[in-house]
């Protein structure tokens, strides 16, 4: 069968260093809709598919496997329907791998010491690369027999992958931003070129591609974990509204200095019945009190007419305390743990930064890229704040 796609220069370019002799690691640094991620599915769509007898064991990774799912995994399978090609008994949900005769794709998540000590690859790609530490990269290159690719977003100043990997005499590096990408919806390019007019060092390494400044990070004092913890603690839920934008629902849970974030909802184009059924269907419980945008009345109206808790003063209006610095103030104060599982939130809370004009790091965060950091900034700080003013 043959397949007609369509591709970017950055796939051309990936391809061209995937059969080049002289090149053991590819890495794709790059911005925002520059289709670094989508072309190496491609690729890897590719090889498992190109008529021939090599066998072939291609390993696809990344830090958690929940990320992994929503991300590179969704993209490859996506792929592969998209080219109807798709075989549902080929695919085996169970081990994470897709197989087709002596051709091999597996999903691995980079959080397991054990499976990266076991398993060896004919060619991995590792997805959002700079969520690994060296030591685990190394674990990986030591069990691949041919070719590497990375891809990630440079919004860290200083990282290994520059140090130990691009200076590399058999490492090809390959650039990229939203221009690169033809196929990139206008809305989409609109968003990335609004950046420019946010902040400058966000237009840096989201819009052009380029490696930003670490010193710019909000949120440093977090770590992932596998799942909320289990004992009685205080629980709420915070709310970030939006429609062209993305609604998100996060879980907060409270353990002394310590804060626990899970991303329920994260998801366009929804009316206000669309969020309610979502949270009926998540089982959101009526009990534990919702802190939404207090910017929206209607909505906020239409949720307690749900029943759901959400905590308003005497006017109807909602207790949400959306003081944005006092809010980081308070975040920055404390712990902070977010599950694996919490793809989008993980992205935003990489890349929440404080705003730079003329070189100059500014105390208000960029606007873009925070609806699920703004719920769990609503439901962290108002209510602990809530709960303070409950208890004198």
């Given at each position: 069968?043959?397949?007609?796609?369509?591709?970017?220069?950055?796939?051309?370019?990936?391809?061209?260093?995937?059969?080049?002799?002289?090149?053991?690691?590819?890495?794709?640094?790059?911005?925002?809709?520059?289709?670094?991620?989508?072309?190496?599915?491609?690729l890897?769509?590719?090889?498992?598919?190109?008529?021939?007898?090599?066998?072939?064991?291609?390993?696809?990774?990344?830090?958690?496997?929940?990320t992994?799912?929503?991300?590179?995994?969704r993209?490859?399978?996506?792929?592969?329907?998209?080219?109807?090609?798709?075989?549902?008994?080929?695919?085996?949900?169970?081990?994470?791998?897709?197989?087709?005769?002596?051709?091999?794709?597996?999903?691995?998540?980079?959080?397991?010491?054990?499976?990266?000590?076991?398993?060896?690859?004919?060619?991995?790609?590792?997805n959002?690369?700079?969520?690994?530490?060296?030591?685990?990269?190394r674990?990986?290159?030591?069990?691949?027999?041919?070719?590497?690719?990375?891809?990630?977003?440079?919004?860290?100043?200083?990282?290994?992958?520059?140090?130990?990997?691009?200076?590399?005499?058999?490492?090809?590096?390959?650039?990229?931003?939203?221009?690169?990408?033809p196929?990139?919806?206008?809305?989409?390019?609109?968003?990335?070129?609004?950046?420019?007019?946010?902040?400058?060092?966000?237009?840096k390494?989201?819009?052009?591609?380029?490696?930003?400044?670490?010193?710019?990070?909000?949120?440093?004092?977090?770590?992932?974990?596998?799942?909320?913890?289990?004992?009685?603690?205080?629980?709420a839920?915070?709310?970030?509204?939006?429609?062209?934008?993305?609604?998100?629902?996060?879980?907060?849970?409270?353990?002394?200095?310590?804060l626990?974030?899970?991303?329920?909802?994260?998801?366009?184009?929804?009316?206000?019945?669309?969020?309610?059924?979502?949270?009926?269907?998540?089982?959101?419980?009526?009990?534990?009190?919702?802190?939404?945008?207090?910017?929206?009345?209607?909505?906020?109206?239409?949720?307690?007419?749900?029943?759901?808790?959400?905590?308003?003063?005497?006017?109807?209006?909602?207790?949400?305390?959306?003081?944005v610095?006092?809010?980081?103030?308070?975040?920055?104060?404390?712990?902070?743990?977010?599950?694996?599982?919490?793809?989008?939130?993980?992205?935003?809370?990489?890349?929440?930064?404080?705003?730079?004009?003329?070189?100059?790091?500014?105390?208000?965060?960029?606007?873009?890229?925070?609806?699920?950091?703004?719920?769990?900034?609503?439901?962290?700080f108002?209510?602990?704040?809530?709960?303070?003013?409950?208890?004198?």
């Open positions: 069968m043959k397949i007609e796609a369509k591709g970017t220069r950055v796939l051309r370019e990936n391809k061209k260093a995937y059969y080049n002799d002289d090149i053991r690691v590819i890495v794709n640094e790059g911005g925002t809709g520059s289709s670094k991620t989508y072309s190496l599915a491609q890897m769509a590719f090889l498992l598919l190109k008529k021939d007898d090599e066998s072939l064991r291609i390993t696809i990774s990344r830090k958690s496997l929940p992994l799912k929503r991300t590179a995994m993209d490859f399978l996506n792929i592969l329907k998209k080219w109807k090609v798709y075989d549902p008994s080929k695919h085996n949900k169970t081990d994470k791998t897709y197989t087709v005769g002596n051709k091999m794709v597996e999903f691995l998540a980079a959080d397991s010491p054990q499976k990266l000590r076991s398993q060896r690859r004919d060619v991995l790609w590792v959002e690369a700079n969520e690994l530490d060296i030591e685990t990269y674990q990986f290159a030591m069990r691949t027999e041919k070719k590497i690719f990375m891809d990630y977003n440079p919004s860290d100043e200083f990282h290994w992958i520059y140090d130990n990997i691009t200076p590399r005499d058999d490492c090809l590096l390959i650039k990229s931003n939203f221009k690169d990408n196929f990139l919806s206008e809305s989409i390019k609109s968003e990335v070129r609004r950046y420019k007019e946010v902040d400058e060092n966000y237009w390494v989201y819009g052009l591609g380029e490696r930003g400044r670490s010193g710019t990070k909000i949120i440093t004092n977090w770590k992932m974990v596998d799942e909320l913890p289990q004992k009685d603690t205080e629980v839920y915070g709310l970030d509204f939006g429609y062209n934008n993305p609604t998100a629902l996060v879980k907060v849970v409270f353990d002394d200095k310590e626990y974030w899970d991303e329920l909802l994260y998801d366009r184009q929804l009316t206000t019945q669309q969020i309610i059924s979502k949270m009926e269907e998540l089982g959101v419980d009526k009990k534990i009190p919702i802190y939404p945008d207090p910017s929206e009345p209607e909505k906020i109206y239409h949720l307690r007419e749900a029943g759901f808790n959400v905590p308003v003063n005497s006017k109807g209006k909602a207790l949400t305390d959306n003081s610095k006092d809010g980081i103030d308070y975040i920055k104060s404390h712990q902070l743990y977010i599950t694996k599982r919490s793809a989008n939130l993980i992205k935003e809370v990489k890349s929440y930064s404080w705003k730079t004009k003329n070189d100059k790091v500014l105390d208000d965060p960029v606007k873009a890229q925070d609806h699920a950091i703004d719920a769990g900034r609503y439901a962290s108002s209510h602990d704040k809530q709960s303070f003013i409950g208890f004198v």
